[in-house]
Nanobody, 122 residues
């Protein structure tokens, strides 16, 4: 089995920074795309940033230039550095990771972290 453990959320003032981490452990052959989503109250979940196995990145327009996604393949961990935070960034942030299992290393399974609350005060 695979577990994803997130950390790094919290309360911060507007203009501040936070760094989220999501570490995968368990039965892993390799990891494909690693993604961060967020969901604010009353809103649909949205993709914030993604990074492929070759480290190509994609960002939502709302976070471009402020957020940076990165990964440490040796530690099976994805990070989201969030700078210049705004109140509208307030949401529950969840990581989503494609993991190729040892017994089937050509079709990935998708796993979700438990979610971490990010609150930005004005």
């Amino acid at each position: 089995q695979v577990q994803l453990v997130e950390s790094g959320g919290g309360l911060v003032q507007a203009g501040g920074s936070l760094r989220l981490s999501c570490a995968a452990s368990g039965s892993i052959f390799s990891i494909g795309s690693m993604n961060w989503y967020r969901q604010a109250p009353g809103k649909q979940r949205e993709l914030v940033a993604s990074i492929t196995s070759s480290s190509s990145t994609h960002y939502a327009d709302s976070v471009k230039g402020r957020f940076t996604i990165s990964r440490d393949n040796a530690k099976n961990t994805v990070f989201l550095q969030m700078n210049s935070l705004k109140p509208e960034d307030t949401a529950v942030y969840s990581c989503n990771v494609e993991i190729y299992p040892p017994g089937r290393p050509w079709i990935p399974d998708a796993y979700w972290g438990q979610g971490t609350q990010v609150t930005v005060s004005s």
